[in-house]
């Protein structure tokens, strides 16, 4: 492919950076606190992740958001009350999260220039601004990027006002991530092409089939991040 002028949308979050494995020991941190003595620890994952949905879908993505799921998780599984010092403990996993220093994703550091001096790139992310703004300037990333977008949701509408927004030639427009649902395939739907970078560690809620591309639309998979210089 290796042609000038295609634009690149870049998910952040387990595509650019390790994200999700700090979230993933947090809840390992919490369910063991929880010890429940009825729960499995299987179970008790089953319910925080339904909790997770609920509160994602009232108050959107981000730390706030997960710290108050393992709240309300706690609350309706636990055999004690919440007191201030189990409160704080909560809070702790929550705060070992913000807490870590950035890691990029194999490949990206090496990668990202070479791109960026041929095409257009952008940050199509979702979560909380601050958050995810914080977090590309700590990556030192953001000089490659010539737009951010934060975004509450990725579905298709999204990419489509997204598209529309930036003049992006949809035959030329590619959204790379991680995340079938929220990457992938409503930016197939959407008239983008795509390219799925998998990861071990994707967030359980972000699980989908890829589905196939429309007529019109193209989908890669990539085994590293790094093999975007065969594309582009």
């Not at 809620?205 to 591309?213: A, I, T």
Request: proline fraction near 4%; charged fraction near 25%.
């Amino acid at each position: 492919m290796n042609h000038l002028d295609q634009t690149l949308l870049f998910d952040a979050d387990d595509t650019l950076w390790e994200n999700n494995v700090y979230f993933e020991r947090a809840i390992t941190a919490f369910i063991s606190y929880l010890d429940h003595r009825v729960h499995t620890t299987e179970e008790v994952r089953e319910h925080l992740n339904s909790v997770e949905r609920q509160t994602v879908a009232a108050h959107g993505y981000g730390l706030k958001s997960f710290r108050r799921s393992l709240i309300r998780c706690f609350e309706e599984l636990a055999d004690m009350p919440l007191t201030e010092d189990k409160h704080h403990r909560i809070v702790s996993f929550v705060d070992s999260i913000s807490e870590q220093e950035m890691e990029l994703m194999p490949g990206v550091a090496e990668t990202l220039p070479a791109l960026a001096a041929r095409h257009r790139l952008m940050v199509v992310t979702k979560g909380d601004e601050e958050e995810q703004i914080d977090k590309l300037r700590r990556s030192g990333l953001a000089a490659y990027f010539t737009a951010v977008e934060v975004l509450p949701e990725k579905h298709e509408a999204a990419y489509r006002a997204l598209a529309a927004r930036h003049a992006c030639d949809r035959r030329q427009t590619w959204m790379i991530g991680n995340s079938p649902k929220s990457d992938i395939n409503p930016a197939l739907a959407a008239g983008l092409n795509a390219i799925f970078v998998p990861h071990d560690f994707t967030w359980v809620l972000e699980h989908e089939l890829v589905d196939q591309p429309p007529e019109g639309a193209k989908l890669i998979e990539l085994g590293s991040f790094r093999d975007l210089l065969n594309y582009f």
